[in-house]
């Protein structure tokens, strides 16, 4: 066990894309005093030690990204990977502008078509004419699922999931794997899941959506996949009260929270 990295995952965030709360809502969750009902939307970080040096990648920057890595005291990152390109997963781009002051420019890791949706929605960061003094600076590396490459240490594996009929990204690192915004896995992704820790996955409501996994097909891939441990993410306030629905999932299936901490050793 010595010889192995011991991997850290945040939960950054673990709401849906109107978080939780949403506004202007009157779902009876909205008014919950429990601090797990209250959720920034998705997000994490992977972190470990190599040596002696602390290792943070992040998973995604929406719109809660600045006020996630003031909490979670996010003083240095080594890169972002993103799963898609929808406002929830994006939309705080701009403010990884503290992390270039510090290092340059910042790595950033995602398919073609989301550093496409980039380039377009910031091009001020991406243009090589004109920019502005203080506009960030990124190093975009494009992979697929078929890429396969080590951190500091530890091996990462993209896997392509279905968002509907939007295929995305999600990732392994070690015995570790997320997945937000699951509706399906390809059987051939399915593959790269097998003999997991760790597996989080989305859980985003009770009734069917068309997009999103249920809270019953969160459970069926939990049962199908097997591994020691799950934990559901990218929830919505329809999903109910966080006590009311963790006391009633398998003794090895939990509900995230902001926050919250899991640790697995590589």
Same mark, same amino acid.
């Given at each position: 066990m010595n010889n192995k990295k011991k991997l850290k995952v945040t939960f950054l965030g673990t709401g849906t894309s109107t978080g939780v709360p949403m506004i202007a809502s009157k779902n009876p969750v909205r008014f919950s005093e429990d601090e797990k009902d209250k959720r920034l939307r998705a997000s994490i970080v992977f972190s470990w030690e190599d040596n002696n040096e602390e290792i943070n990648y992040i998973i995604d920057c929406g719109p809660d990204f600045r006020q996630q890595m003031i909490k979670a005291n996010i003083e240095s990152i080594k890169g972002i990977l993103f799963t898609h390109e929808h406002a929830d997963h994006i939309a705080g781009f701009d403010e990884i502008r503290p992390y270039y002051y510090q290092m340059g420019p910042v790595p950033i890791y995602s398919d073609s078509r989301v550093l496409k949706s980039l380039e377009k929605r910031y091009e001020y960061i991406f243009t090589t004419e004109n920019r502005y003094p203080s506009a960030p600076e990124v190093?975009? /590396?494009?992979?697929?699922?078929?890429?396969? @490459?080590? @951190? #500091?240490?530890?091996?990462? =594996? $993209?896997?392509?999931?279905? #968002? &509907?009929?939007? $295929?995305? !990204? &999600?990732?392994?690192?070690?015995?570790?794997a997320y997945l937000t915004d699951v509706k399906t896995i390809p059987d051939e992704e399915k593959e790269k899941l097998k003999d997991?820790?760790?597996?989080? /996955? /989305?859980?985003?409501?009770?009734? $069917? #959506? =068309?997009?999103?996994? /249920?809270?019953?097909?969160? !459970?069926?891939?939990?049962?199908? !996949?097997? $591994?020691?441990?799950?934990?559901? *993410?990218?929830? *919505?306030? !329809?999903?109910? @009260? #966080?006590?009311?629905?963790?006391?009633?999932l398998p003794e090895n299936v939990f509900l995230a929270y902001d926050g919250l901490e899991i640790t697995s050793y590589d």
């Open positions: 190093k975009p /590396t494009i992979i697929s699922e078929k890429d396969q @490459f080590q @951190f #500091h240490g530890i091996e990462v =594996k $993209p896997i392509k999931v279905m #968002h &509907g009929d939007l $295929p995305i !990204l &999600g990732y392994r690192f070690g015995n570790i997991l820790d760790i597996l989080i /996955t /989305t859980a985003l409501r009770l009734e $069917p #959506h =068309k997009t999103h996994a /249920t809270l019953n097909e969160a !459970l069926e891939l939990v049962e199908e !996949l097997n $591994p020691k441990k799950a934990y559901f *993410s990218h929830i *919505s306030e !329809l999903l109910g @009260f #966080h006590a009311d629905i963790e006391k009633d």
